[in-house]
């Protein structure tokens, strides 16, 4: 008598959800829970993918950083180099005019 009696609960049950709605909802529910447990593991990775390249560029942008520093100490140096290679010229210059002139006088004193 106890069969009897669950398959007619079983059939009330049935009548009064025809169209499985309790099912349904159970299935919509685990489904949403394995798209957010998914998400979380995607969400995750992406994170750490994000903090990984950031740290890979922020080590990038420290050496790209340090070779500017000795680029523009090496520029500052060359700089000065051809700061100095001009004053030679100008030298060079200077001691050309005055060896004319000095010439000019000797040849000016030879002849008196």
Partial sequence: MADSEDAVNDTNINDSDPLDVKSLAANYDNLINTINKETDILAAQVSRHV???????????????????????????????NDNIDKLDQLHVFTIDFNTRLNSLISQLKTK
Avoid: V
């Avoid at 790209?64 to 090496?74: G, K, T, V």
């Fill in 51 to 81: 903090y990984e390249r950031k740290q890979i560029s922020d080590t990038e942008i420290y050496k790209i950083s340090e070779r500017l520093i000795q680029m523009d100490n090496l520029l500052s140096r060359c700089n000065d180099i």
